[in-house]
């Protein structure tokens, strides 16, 4: 069964100037959604594909901050979920 994906840009300031945080607020955004049980949409601030960067820095984070975590990627869809 397909999910509705939440986008992690809805809801945040996003700068214009570069260096000013918007990657780590996406992450946050990210982590946040993932914990409520979201499926969430891999989706940078920048207007190109979906950075595979990203989700590297979403999953540092995770297994950083909690260890026990674990992200599945669905490539066609383009969502992370955790396990």
């Known amino acids: ?5 939440c986008n992690p840009l809805d809801g ?9 945080g918007n990657t780590t607020r996406i992450i946050d955004n990210i982590i946040q959604l ?7 949409l891999v989706k940078d601030h920048f207007d190109k594909s979906p950075s595979q960067i990203l ?3 979403v999953n540092k984070r995770l297994q950083f ?7 599945i990627y669905n490539e066609n869809e383009n ?3 955790l396990l």
């Open 12 to 20: 945040i300031y996003l700068s214009d100037k570069r260096r000013d």
């Open 55 to 57: 989700i590297k820095k």
């Open 79 to 81: 969502t992370i979920r």
């Open 34 to 40: 993932l914990f409520k049980g979201e499926t969430v």
């Open 1 to 5: 069964m397909k999910r509705n994906a």
């Open 65 to 71: 901050e909690h260890q026990q975590q674990t992200i």
